[in-house]
Every structure is written in C-alpha cells, then in structure tokens.
C-alpha cells in the first residue's frame, strides 16, 4: 500500500490535498501537527481511503503544539471518531502510552519508532521489544547514513513477514530512498509516498504517483530481480523510467532502482548478492573494473564499462555506449572513411571513439579547457588532436558533441558555431536533455541530417537490457517513455 501524508498547513490546503491525493493513495495520513487549527471531524468526512491519524511531538521530528496531554487527547479523540489507525510513538511516557494502548481495539494502533540520526547496526533488539508491547503493526523508520542500512531495513522486513507480523520498515534521507521503493516488496505494510516534490513529510519521500506508476509496488512482485543504476550523483538519470516500464510491458516482476554509491568497493561488497545487474554512470565507469570476475573485450579496450551482468554467479562487465553510438550512426551513414570530429574528450567521447576506429573512420578529437586529458585520448585513438576554436576549418563529414555543453539547465549554449555548420554534415548530440539541444535545432536550420542524443540512450539501454534478461526488449516502448519525459 502507498500512504500519502496530507501535510497543508491549513484546513484549505489539507482538504485539496486530500481531493488530490486520492487519485493515487491507498491510504491517508492526516499530520495533525503540520495543520494548523484542524477540525479532524471535517477532515475525516473529506476522505473516502482509510486514513491514519499522527500528531508527531518535536521530539520525534513532529510540529505538535500544546501539552502532552493534548496530543494523547488528540489521538484518543480520533480513536473515538472511528478513524482507521492511529501511530503514536513508543517514546510516548510510560503513563500516557500503556493507558493509551490498554484502553483501545489494538488492531487499529500503529507503535511507531523513529531515529533522525542514524540506523542501528543490529535493529533486532528494538524490533522484539517493540512486539513484545500491544499493537497489531509496528513502525521502524530510521536515517541512513549508508547505503547499506536499506539492507537492515529489508533484513528485519523479511523477518517479519516469515513471523506474520505486520510492520512499516523504512530509511529516511536521500541515501534510503531505495527502501521506500522496495519495503513493500519485501512485506512491509505501507510505504509513504509524497503528492509531488516540496511536500515530503519526511527526507527521502518520493511522490507517490512514481511509487504507484513507474515502480508499481502496489502489483504482486514474486521471484523479483534487482536491477539499478550506480553513480553519484544519479538523481538526474532517467534509467528508472525506462527499464520499468521496459519490464512492465514484458510482464516482468523485476525493478530497476537508482543507488547513490559513496563508496564503491564497500557498495560492491554488500550488495552484489542483491542485485542482478547495474547501470554505471560517472565517476564508476572505470573504478568497477577491477571489482568485477570479467571484462567484455569491447569494455576492456574502451576501459570503461558502463553496463554489469551476472552470468554464472559471476560479474561481467560490458559497454553498450559504444554499440548504441555506433549503431545510431550506421542507421544514417557508412562510417568507413568519413571525416569524424569529436568535441569532448570524456568517457563517453571515448566510447564512440573506439567503435569509429574499428568502423574505419577518419577520427579528430578537439579540446578546450583540458588539453593534457585531450592528448591522451588522442593518442589512445591515434588521432588527431585540435583546439576547439579551430574545429570549424576542418573538412567535417560527422561532427558528434560528446561534451555537457547545451545540457539542461543551460540550453542556450552551444559547443560549435552556427556559422561552421554545412548543409552536408551528419550532426550527433550525445546530450538528450533537452531532446533537441541548440546545436540540433541550427544543425536542422542549415539542412544537416540530425541524430538525437535520445537514439544513444536508448540503443545503450536496450542492449542492457537483452544482456541482463535474455529477451528482446520493448525498444519502442522505451523510446516512447523517454521522449514523453523530455517533451
């Protein structure tokens, strides 16, 4: 189940947040102490879902406002009302929490426990003592400082679920966001989902359409794989998209989540028994390839990998930004004796640089600020290296952008002079957001065939894709997520 925390600061807000919230929760939680002056009998009559009621005290990150007393009446009052469940903590005093607890049907009370500062390494100990106390569900929901306190979460929601007891295991902060996305895989009773960025209860909340649309926790996950994209940052990627939608359209149990990785040996180490394959982006294109059992003789003369599979309990890594260049530029021309300048000298201009070679083509790299990072590209692809500025002077039958330059937010830039642009160029952006960058939009005003970045990122993901499933994927379908996206 999806709850969504109305959160309005009035009794106007919280009820178009309720009108809202229930095209995509399952259930509602009113924060009495985010809403100022409430009339929780109105609120109640407002919402069709079942709703939970929390008046969180400041100790335990809340906004409440009054006496102790107040708020255990609070609570008490909605109990009354009828209302579905109520969470109260179970740092709540001795001497208003056993009455509160002793004194209602225990089916419908949430015992909730919260830790803003860290996860505890061994959650065991809390969770016994926690069911040792009346409540028929139990809340745990504690910050991560790792990535690997998700694997304590999900842990202690397995244990749970074998001893049929109902429990809400989540991480708080950016680094516990895969848990929101994966407790109710696991068994959890609810994860919590925001009405849309800016109105989180919590750090780490996503909005709950995403939780409901692209992850679909609410559907029957059985016999799941892991799958997901490594970075840092990775906020940014659209991998999640796609690959879920991917395997929503071939019926797939399986989900694809982004981890934001810190520290990539530690990374590996916990999880590689977790997840079934990965995405790596920036800065862990070449710092995993000596983590991994074996490297795809493309990936090992690029020296990047950016795609990792597990064949035979062994990790194998690939690189399919090379073959998702190369094939959208054979969809447009022979690269065999072009003339093929490339402006960037990063991962990715190497990548493609390494498959035009082996295609035949006539290869120029260019630099601007970093001419020694440049150089040694150049002389890698034993090419010809020239300065940026003087990338217009040469005989052109290509030009690719493999550098950030026209990336949004800054769309109004661009790496290569309108000027220099000729009518029979063939003009590649490797940058997909925006869909059509500056440079394509003057490259398509001079009469030059365009290649959208979108073609690279969806001939690299489908090839991820097939290796990690052995089926063929939805390769349309992908496409027509990812342009829906950028549009």
């Given at each position: 189940m999806i709850c969504l925390p109305i959160v309005g600061s009035s009794m106007a807000k919280a009820f178009d947040q309720i009108t809202a919230a229930e095209k995509c929760a399952d259930i509602l939680e009113l924060r009495l102490d985010l809403i100022a002056n409430f009339d929780l009998k109105e609120l109640l009559n407002a919402a069709s879902k079942p709703i939970i009621v929390t008046a969180r005290s400041k100790l335990d990150g809340g906004q409440f406002k009054g006496a102790e007393e107040k708020r255990i009446g609070v609570l008490n009052h909605a109990l009354e009302l009828g209302v579905n469940y109520v969470d109260i903590e179970v740092s709540t005093s001795r001497e208003y929490l056993q009455p509160f607890l002793e004194s209602h049907d225990t089916s419908r009370i949430i015992l909730s426990y919260h830790d803003f500062s860290h996860t505890p390494e061994d959650l065991d100990p809390l969770y016994e003592a926690m069911n040792a106390?009346?409540?028929?569900?139990?809340?745990?929901?504690?910050?991560?400082?790792?990535?690997?306190?998700?694997?304590?979460?999900?842990?202690?929601?397995?244990?749970?679920?074998?001893?049929?007891?109902?429990?809400?295991?989540?991480?708080?902060?950016?680094?516990?966001?895969?848990?929101?996305?994966?407790?109710?895989?696991?068994?959890?009773?609810?994860?919590?989902?925001?009405?849309?960025?800016?109105?989180?209860?919590?750090?780490?909340?996503?909005?709950?359409?995403?939780?409901?649309?692209?992850?679909?926790?609410?559907?029957?996950?059985?016999?799941?794989?892991?799958?997901?994209?490594?970075?840092?940052?990775?906020?940014?990627?659209?991998?999640?998209?796609?690959?879920?939608?991917?395997?929503?359209?071939?019926?797939?149990?399986?989900?694809?989540?982004?981890?934001?990785?810190?520290?990539?040996?530690?990374?590996?180490?916990?999880?590689?028994?977790?997840?079934?394959?990965?995405?790596?982006?920036?800065?862990?294109?070449?710092?995993?390839?000596?983590?991994?059992?074996?490297?795809?003789?493309?990936?090992?003369?690029?020296?990047?990998?950016?795609?990792?599979?597990?064949?035979?309990?062994?990790?194998?890594?690939?690189?399919?930004?090379?073959?998702?260049?190369?094939?959208?530029?054979?969809?447009?021309?022979?690269?065999?004796?072009?003339?093929?300048?490339i402006l960037g000298s990063g991962g990715t201009a190497k990548a493609i640089g390494h498959g035009i070679k082996q295609k035949g083509g006539i290869l120029t790299v260019t630099y601007n600020r970093n001419k020694d990072r440049a150089e040694f590209l150049a002389n890698e692809l034993e090419c010809e290296l020239i300065a940026c500025h003087d990338a217009g002077t040469r005989p052109i039958d290509i030009l690719i952008n493999c550098s950030p330059v026209g990336m949004s937010p800054k769309i109004n830039e661009t790496p290569f002079l309108a000027r220099d642009l000729r009518r029979e160029m063939i003009v590649f952006d490797v940058v997909y957001n925006p869909l059509e960058t500056k440079l394509i939009r003057e490259a398509k005003a001079v009469g030059c065939k365009v290649i959208l970045g979108s073609e690279l990122f969806i001939n690299q993901a489908v090839q991820q894709f097939e290796l990690w499933t052995g089926q063929t994927a939805p390769a349309e379908v992908m496409r027509e997520t990812l342009i829906e996206q950028l549009c």
């Open positions: 106390l009346p409540g028929e569900i139990k809340k745990i929901v504690t910050y991560a400082r790792d990535l690997s306190d998700n694997l304590k979460i999900l842990k202690l929601l397995e244990r749970a679920k074998n001893e049929q007891k109902k429990l809400i295991g989540l991480c708080m902060g950016d680094l516990g966001e895969i848990s929101r996305v994966l407790s109710p895989l696991y068994g959890g009773f609810l994860t919590f989902g925001s009405l849309e960025r800016g109105q989180e209860s919590a750090p780490g909340q996503m909005p709950a359409n995403v939780l409901k649309n692209i992850y679909r926790v609410n559907d029957l996950h059985k016999d799941f794989k892991v799958y997901g994209v490594i970075g840092n940052p990775v906020s940014k990627s659209m991998g999640y998209l796609i690959h879920n939608r991917a395997f929503q359209e071939i019926k797939s149990p399986d989900i694809y989540v982004s981890f934001l990785v810190e520290n990539l040996e530690k990374f590996f180490s916990d999880f590689k028994h977790f997840f079934s394959g990965l995405s790596v982006t920036m800065p862990a294109k070449e710092s995993i390839m000596p983590l991994l059992d074996r490297i795809d003789e493309t990936a090992k003369n690029i020296g990047a990998v950016n795609t990792v599979v597990r064949e035979d309990n062994k990790w194998v890594g690939y690189n399919t930004d090379c073959s998702g260049a190369i094939m959208a530029l054979e969809a447009c021309t022979s690269l065999k004796n072009k003339n093929i300048l």
